[in-house]
Antibody, heavy 118, light 110 residues
Framework: EGQLLESGGGLVKPGGSLRLSCAGAGMDFNNYPMAWVRQAPGKGLEWVSA????????FYADSVKGRFTISRDNSNSTLFLQMHALRVEDTAVYYC???????????WGQGSLVTVSS | QSALTQPPSASGSPGQSVTISCTGTSSDVGGYNYVSWYRQNPGKAPEAVIY???KRPPGVSARFSGSKSGNTASLTVSGLQVEDEADYYCSSFAGNNIYVFGTGTTLTVL
């Protein structure tokens, strides 16, 4: 079912910005919605954002609405998450995942660590 | 968008069955047949073991089964094996392209 590979994570100061990318390989990327899910250190999974297969407007958890923007480039099978006004509580491993069916997430990328700290 | 409630831990002996619950509301678990379950080993990405309440993805053992009653979904692992030790998370569609995950359950095989 192919692979997803995230990149772009790192250390950023509170209030800063970061852009995550997720490249899909060996899969039907264009026809499926995609999503970002995060996991704070030692904590559970949290849905962050989703976007339809065609792109357009995204959908967001209340915790990131107005600060994060999801987008995709189907010509390059790549998903993005632009993050602004980052907070300490945004520190997490961010996973991208393909939505194969309504609320069926598969496969998942290996994750990209975002650390927000001064 | 409150997290679904799962017990923090569950355990069983090899060969036994264990059931993990996932409680939400009529706006998520109770309102849609779109509950899925994910297994996560330490340091690894999650992987689906159940979707649409009862369906198993290709390659997932028939020892994993799902069900739902009202606002509570359940995952049952039968014939427990040591390799079933992991964290398990439920997830539900909540309408309007919104999704919610459970708080997670650590399964221990004694």
């Amino acid at each position: 079912e192919g692979q997803l590979l995230e990149s772009g994570g790192g250390l950023v100061k509170p209030g800063g910005s970061l852009r995550l990318s997720c490249a899909g390989a060996g899969m039907d990327f264009n026809n499926y919605p995609m999503a970002w899910v995060r996991q704070a250190p030692g904590k559970g999974l949290e849905w962050v954002s989703a976007i339809s297969g065609a792109g357009g407007g995204g959908f967001y958890a209340d915790s990131v609405k107005g600060r994060f923007t999801i987008s995709r480039d189907n010509s390059n099978s790549t998903l993005f998450l632009q993050m602004h006004a980052l907070r300490v509580e945004d520190t997490a491993v961010y996973y991208c995942t393909k939505i194969r069916g309504i609320n069926w997430w598969d496969p998942w990328g290996q994750g990209s660590l975002v650390t927000v700290s001064s | 968008q409150s997290a679904l409630t799962q017990p923090p831990s569950a355990s069983g002996s090899p060969g036994q069955s264990v059931t993990i619950s996932c409680t939400g509301t009529s706006s998520d678990v109770g309102g849609y047949n779109y509950v899925s379950w994910y297994r996560q080993n330490p340091g690894k990405a999650p992987e689906a073991v159940i979707y649409e309440v009862t369906k198993r993805p290709p390659g997932v053992s028939a020892r994993f089964s799902g069900s739902k009653s009202g606002n509570t979904a359940s995952l049952t692992v039968s014939g427990l094996q040591v390799e079933d030790e992991a964290d398990y998370y439920c997830s539900s569609f909540a309408g309007n392209n919104i999704y919610v995950f459970g708080t997670g359950t650590t399964l221990t095989v004694l």
